[in-house]
């Protein structure tokens, strides 16, 4: 069973940057499709970015032009490159992606640990 970590988390100064990473230690697999959501301490969870199985990308408004989801599938590994944070964007963040290995595709992620990213002003 593949379980995806993610990781690269921290705090940060509002402008600063961060870069998450999503992978699987041991496991060799690609993203066909992969998505990162954020939830904030008493707000509901939100989805901040997707990389469709084409390679297009699609953000919240929210994080528009200062977001970046990618991957790299020869080292099966999704990021998300923060630039230019802002308070807001203070939450625990997750990955989530459907993923192809030498079993077939399966669905990865869970609402477990996540990464905790906080920006301080």
């Known amino acids: 069973q593949v379980q995806v970590v993610e990781s690269g988390g921290g705090l940060v100064q509002a402008g600063g940057s961060l870069r998450l990473s999503c992978a699987a230690s041991?496991?060799?697999?690609?993203?066909?499709?992969g998505d990162w959501y954020r939830q904030a301490p008493g707000k509901q969870r939100e989805l901040v970015a997707t990389?469709?199985?084409?390679?297009?990308?699609n953000y919240a408004d929210s994080v528009k032009g200062r977001f970046t989801i990618s991957r790299n599938n020869a080292k099966s590994t999704m990021y998300l490159q923060m630039n230019s944070l802002k308070p807001e964007d203070t939450a625990v963040y997750y990955c989530?992606?459907?993923?192809?290995?030498?079993?077939?595709?399966?669905?990865?992620?869970?609402w477990g640990q996540g990464t905790q990213v906080t920006v301080s002003s």
């Open positions: 990389v469709t199985i084409d390679g297009s990308t």
């Open positions: 041991g496991s060799i697999f690609i993203f066909n499709t």
């Open positions: 989530h992606g459907l993923i192809q290995d030498s079993a077939g595709w399966r669905i990865v992620g869970s």
